[in-house]
């Protein structure tokens, strides 16, 4: 699969580290006067919890200083390799140290995590491995994997070499379970690893369009089955040009290289936008505009055929990439009143940036030799941006202007061009990469990398930061933070600090803005708030989507890999605009696209803005699993099979999560169908998809009302014709649908007639509905019998909110993101990336 390297011999590793130590000793203290950095909560909560050094119980004994200090000497001491002494290494972790406490550059999280600590993590966050089509190499590709999830780093995976489902397999004469198959296992082993001790690796597999178990592959993730991976589909030129003239076109067996068939290309253009419309997944990635340009430097190594986790990094098998952003709020200057790019700073920390990463491969313990062998060879660098909508917001200019994709343009093609020089000027001095005869850029000037941009998600980097992520526009312009559980009872309220100084500087800031501000979470419908700083903060679901593809595409332009970037939808958003959303960015040249439709996965606990009046939406993944405790209630009805007894629980937030019934003694027929259906219906509600719990209960209920036997009990309103029937019943009480005259006013009828008494299912405790309190007992709730009809168990809670993102496995509170092709907490800054 992968052609020879040029056979170039490399010092070890170990012989690298063994020269630096001999040379510059043990690192020294950090030097007296250096500056100190000015860290938000969120960055000081994630750097305790995730990047600071640690002794040997656990406890943390660095500040974020000190970390600055240690990744700024690393780095620094591999001058020593061009023959550099102790006194100018110190000279330039100085430089290091004071663009990271400034938080104008940051390296991707596994150099700050690991930079210097000398725990055998490596310092890349982005690795693809190839997957030949046999069991050992299958197998290899699955070790493989686990050795970089465990030393921090994601993978990338083309599943396109493996032989399609019902393949002969010569050598047994058995048959091939294809792609998909396969796939799994790589999840599987995925659970089980954890990234750098700290979180589940990340993963992403692509299928050409052309492999015939392309379908499969489109819808895989829908079963639930596949929870590790983002998927992005190959998208061949041969494809576009038989999708615009509505044509069929060939599928090829990847074994023999011959045709196995045809599909409609539009048939299967729409099954790829109705599956992303409906889950997210999946994306789609241009394969050969990408192995037609700088994303193939080296195409002798190539073709590219898969990318990293979030998909703008395109790399060989074996290959992988040091990525690092430059935060651009930290470069706006102010002269007579009036802001504006300081081009000259900015110019000075890209350079030092570009020399930095470039520095890294040195020293960097990769957790494969042949990983090593290849980034040394093409020394592949990856250096973008974040923070770009907090810049245009303290611009003054809307995301969605020409005046922004204008910048854009110039922005990025001088951090192109200023990276492309720090290159060709280390080239000179440190000498080119080994394979720069046989690259795309032998006829020009000598470069000392193959690759010097990439536009990566700033993901947790951005939280320490404290900036907007990536290219992104802002998400919210206030947010919540919620942890209620048995150890903690914690809610943060946070406020866009841009948002905040302009507020001040124009005189429109008061504590009742504010209060109006944190409630909505944006400024739309905010009177008292200007337009011109409406259009400057816009969010993301306020912005059409040709405006995200066109800002993608504004920045693709100058950069020499791919850019991350997810174009948000609004829920009521058809399949027919994410095929839009595709073809325009097929036309502007963007090599990849992610579009997410809000609420096309199941979530939980949004808090954009902190108004808690709203409704609760499932996190994401198969099934919800349960906790220690649910709130809900048990309700007996009269059935035609006797008396039943249905048990409704919820989340904490309202939700429906599990359903049981018991009719009957224990070993009964009867007793078996009941279980069978509470257990069934119970699995229902816990599943991820694209409709809400509570909209699944309803659907369910809708299913199973008027389903008749041959007799019932009851009369008029009362009457249950069925035991499932009388599911559809206490669903409709208890959430108050209007299904076959269950509605509010019968509920209480139901409540108080049929059922006689709701017996609570949990301990003791009062539980308030609709501000009219019901009396309490240790083992059920009578219904209070002089409260109105208007009865609604559904609002159990108060601390609900609408909501588009997720709940953080790893802080607990509601603000995990999806962008960028991935997921990212804004609290914690847990990252799935």
Request: proline letters at 4%.
């Amino acid at each position: 699969m992968k052609k020879k390297v040029a056979n170039h011999k490399f010092t070890s590793l170990e012989e690298v580290i063994n020269k630096i130590d001999k040379k510059l000793g043990k690192r020294p203290g950090m030097p007296k006067g250096l500056p100190k950095g000015d860290w938000t909560k969120q960055s000081l909560r994630i750097l305790n919890e995730r990047y600071l050094g640690r002794d040997a119980k656990g406890k943390v004994i660095e500040t974020p200083e000190m970390m600055c200090w240690r990744v700024a000497w690393e780095v620094a001491s591999s001058e020593v390799l061009w023959g550099k002494g102790k006194r100018e290494v110190k000279k330039l972790a100085e430089e290091y140290y004071k663009i990271l406490v400034a938080r104008e550059f940051l390296p991707n999280s596994p150099t700050l995590m690991n930079a210097g600590i000398k725990n055998g993590m490596q310092y890349s966050a982005c690795f693809v491995l190839p997957v030949d089509d046999s069991l050992v190499g299958i197998f290899d590709a699955i070790k493989y994997q686990a050795l970089i999830h465990q030393t921090g780093g994601g993978t990338g995976f083309s599943f396109s070499r493996l032989r399609p489902e019902g393949s002969i397999v010569k050598s047994s004469g058995g048959t091939a379970s294809g792609p998909v198959s396969f796939m799994r296992i790589f999840d599987a082993a995925t659970n089980e690893i954890k990234q750098g001790g700290k979180r589940r690796g990340a993963n992403m597999g692509i299928l050409r369009v052309d492999h015939p178990d392309i379908l499969k592959f489109i819808h895989c993730k829908k079963d639930g089955r596949i929870t590790n991976f983002n998927i992005s589909v190959a998208i061949t030129d041969k494809f576009m040009k038989a999708y615009r003239k509505n044509k069929k076109y060939d599928l090829i067996d990847p074994k023999y290289g011959k045709k196995a068939g045809k599909l409609s290309a539009r048939k299967v253009f729409k099954e790829i936008q109705e599956a992303a419309w409906k889950t997210g997944d999946p994306g789609v990635v241009f394969i050969d505009r990408r192995n037609k340009g700088t994303s193939n430097p080296v195409p002798k190594l190539g073709p590219i055929e898969a990318t990293n986790p979030c998909g703008e990094q395109e790399l060989y098998p074996f290959d992988a990439c040091n990525l690092g952003s430059i935060f651009l709020p930290r470069f706006i200057k102010a002269t007579n009143g009036k802001v504006a790019v300081d081009w000259e700073k900015l110019e000075r920390v890209v350079k030092i940036s570009v020399g930095f990463l470039d520095s890294v491969i040195e020293v960097n313990p990769y957790p494969l030799e042949q990983i090593r062998n290849t980034v040394l060879s093409i020394r592949r660098i990856g250096l973008g941006i974040g923070g770009w909508a907090d810049m245009l917001a303290e611009l003054g200019i809307a995301y969605d202007s020409e005046e922004a994709l204008k910048l854009a343009g110039k922005l990025m093609k001088f951090i192109q061009n200023t990276a492309e020089e720090k290159s060709i000027d280390l080239a000179k001095e440190r000498g080119v990469f080994p394979l720069w005869s046989e690259s795309i850029f032998k006829k020009g000037k000598r470069r000392r990398n193959s690759t010097v941009t990439t536009i990566a998600p700033t993901g947790s980097i951005s939280i320490i930061a404290g900036f907007s992520s990536g290219i992104e526009p802002l998400y919210a312009i206030a947010y919540r933070h919620v942890v209620k559980d048995e150890k903690l009872d914690r809610e943060m309220t946070f406020i866009n600090p841009s948002f905040e100084k302009i507020a001040e500087k124009r005189g429109v800031w008061s504590e009742d803005i504010k209060k109006k501000v944190l409630d909505k979470g944006i400024l739309a419908d905010i009177d008292e708030i200007p337009d011109d700083i409406k259009k400057a903060f816009i969010t993301a679901h306020e912005i059409k989507y040709p405006w995200h593809i066109k800002m993608q595409a504004a920045f693709q332009r100058y950069t020499e890999n791919a850019v991350s970037k997810t174009v948000n939808l609004k829920n009521g958003a058809t399949s027919k605009d994410v095929g839009k959303a595709y073809l325009l960015a097929w036309d502007t040249g963007c090599k990849g696209v992610t579009v997410f439709r809000d609420g096309c996965r199941d979530k939980q606990v949004l808090n954009v803005g902190t108004n808690k009046n709203g409704k609760a939406e499932e996190t994401s993944g198969t099934t919800l699993d349960r906790p220690l405790r649910v709130v809900g209630a048990t309700y007996k009805l009269s059935t035609p099979v006797g008396s039943a007894f249905v048990t409704i629980n919820q989340t904490q937030n309202g939700e429906p999560l599990e359903l049981f019934v018991n009719v009957g003694k224990a070993g009964s027929d009867v007793t078996a169908m009941a279980e069978a259906l509470g257990r069934t219906i119970s699995t229902a509600l816990r599943f991820k998809g694209h409709l809400k719990p509570r909209e699944r209960a309803e659907e369910i209920a809708i299913q199973l009302a008027g389903i008749g036997g041959r007799r019932s009990v009851g009369f008029g309103p009362n009457k249950i014709l069925s035991l499932p029937d009388a599911v559809a019943a206490a669903l409709s009480i208890h959430f108050s649908f209007k299904i076959n005259g269950f509605n509010k006013s019968t509920a209480a009828r139901q409540a108080n007639g049929i059922n006689g008494e709701l017996i609570q299912a949990s301990e003791k405790l009062d539980i308030k509905y609709d501000d009219k309190v019901t009396k309490t007992t240790s083992s059920r709730i009578i219904l209070d019998p002089a409260s109105s009809s208007d009865i609604a168990p559904a609002s159990l809670t108060k601390e609900t909110i609408v909501t588009s993102t997720d709940l953080c496995p790893s802080c607990g509170g509601g603000t995990l993101v999806y962008e960028e092709g991935c997921s990212k907490c804004y609290s914690c800054g847990h990252s799935e990336c």
